[in-house]
């Protein structure tokens, strides 16, 4: 049994335990308080956001009211029913000879329920200045457009109409910009915009040809 008393051997062992057990003891103490720490931290740390899920962008691009060249205002709902062909045109690009493909197509199956709507736009190359006037002049005059033609808009940039915003966030291959005059968004008879054809394909493109049909006979 171990005896403490104040002489000189005894402070030696007390001195002795003190080295032996002291770091032992604040070691612990250490750990006890940087686990305190640890919860305190945890238990004060901000709850993590709940991650928003990412709004999904309606197919139905028929909710909208657009004015027609010569003034008057049609909804869009109107051609729900119908198999839609939307393009952005111009009068004085390369690719303006495709009004007379668009209109061949439009004439060729209209009585199905085919309908091609025009969007002048001035914004690639500033390749459809004139007025909406002018613009129906030269339609009716060059080509003899029959097909619904809708007043000037823009199709991209901080000025889109929200007709094309929504058709630029659709989901690959279908989202995205109109890459220049005469990109076209195939909708089909719900209002879905279900295709979308680069603007080099011509209206008499076998591709497109097919995907109108296919629509066409769907009910």
């Known amino acids: ?3 403490f008393g104040y002489n000189k051997k005894s402070s030696i062992g007390v001195s002795a335990m003190l080295v032996f057990f002291l770091p032992a003891w604040l070691g612990l103490t250490n750990v006890s308080n940087h686990k305190n720490d640890t919860d305190a931290q945890i238990r004060s740390a901000p709850t993590p956001e709940p991650i928003e899920e990412k709004k999904m962008v309606s197919k139905d691009v028929l909710g909208y009211e657009m004015e027609m060249l010569d003034g008057t205002m049609v909804k869009l709902e109107s051609y729900r029913g119908s198999v839609v062909l939307m393009v952005n045109v ?3 690009c390369g690719l303006t000879p495709q009004y007379a493909g668009l209109e061949a197509l439009y004439r060729e199956h209209k009585k199905e329920g085919l309908v091609v709507l025009g969007f002048p736009a001035n914004d690639f190359g500033s ?3 004139g007025t909406n006037e002018e613009i129906a002049q030269f339609c009716s005059g060059t080509y ?3 097909f619904p033609m809708m007043s000037k808009i823009h199709v991209k940039g901080k000025e889109v109409h929200p007709l094309y915003k929504q058709l630029a966030a659709q989901p690959e291959p279908i989202g995205g910009e109109p890459e220049w ?3 076209k968004f195939l909708v ?3 209002g879905d915009v279900i295709a979308r054809f680069p603007s080099r ?3 008499s493109d076998l591709g497109l040809v097919e995907q109108v049909k296919k629509l066409l006979a769907e009910d």
Request: charged letters at 20%; proline letters at 10%.
């Open 1 to 3: 049994m171990w005896k």
């Open 90 to 92: 111009a009068s004085a």
């Open 127 to 129: 390749q459809e200045p």
């Open 201 to 203: 394909t011509t209206p």
């Open 144 to 146: 003899d457009v029959t």
């Open 181 to 183: 005059n005469f990109a």
């Open 188 to 190: 089909n008879r719900n």
